[in-house]
């Protein structure tokens, strides 16, 4: 609809004028679409918007008015979904890395109970010192993670929770060994021994 309305303005005015300004808001939507991280998330329509730039300078320079506005509007319009496109990428990503460190947190929880829990049977907190040592540096990470202002960056928390799950995911297991270990190390309670029967 945009792209009739326009043609019919085209057609109307002769196109005799350079279309400087839309050049320049072109230039404007696709720098908007750069920051956005649209170079990473959405990187066929960014490539569109910056040739269909670069194609309305040159027509601009060849004073083709009519295809420099076109190249224009297709370089603003690729830059819009560039951007649209890269803020669903960014959503899914954060979506992705929120489920990711609620498994992670949820880990760290349930490695934290079975410390107790081991601390409970009698092991020595001394111990335990590398296990505790890998949890506190597992839950600053997570710490870490969270307070990040690249969480919507798909590959960096892709990397730091793989990281992560390295470190965590075998912690609620290394603390129960650590208890049942101890726990099988301990003398069994005899039963009561059986009265002869005179």
Not at 119 to 126: A, D, F, S
Request: proline letters at 5%; glycine letters at 6%; aromatic letters at 4%.
């Amino acid at each position: 609809m945009r792209r009739f309305v326009l043609a019919a303005a085209l057609a109307a005015a002769g196109c005799d004028q350079p279309p400087v300004k839309e050049i320049a808001a072109a230039a404007q939507q696709v720098e908007r679409a750069q920051a956005a991280g649209a170079e990473r998330y959405a990187p066929e329509r960014w490539k569109q918007a910056e040739t269909a730039l670069a194609l309305a300078s040159q027509r601009l320079e060849g004073r083709d008015y009519r295809g420099a506005l076109s190249a224009a509007n297709d370089a603003a319009e690729s830059a819009r979904i560039a951007i649209d496109t890269t803020a669903r990428a960014k959503a899914a990503a954060r979506s992705a890395a929120d489920l990711a460190l609620g498994e992670v947190r949820t880990t760290l929880d349930r490695a934290s109970a079975e410390r107790t829990a081991t601390l409970k049977v009698g092991v020595p907190k001394g111990s335990l010192k590398s296990l505790d040592a890998r949890w506190t540096r597992a839950s600053q990470q997570y710490a870490g993670a969270v307070q990040h202002p690249g969480i919507d960056d798909l590959p960096f928390v892709e990397q730091l929770l793989a990281e992560l799950r390295t470190d965590v995911t075998p912690l609620p297991d290394l603390y129960r060994n650590a208890r049942i270990q101890t726990e099988a190390k301990r003398p069994r309670p005899r039963g009561r021994a059986r009265h002869r029967s005179r």
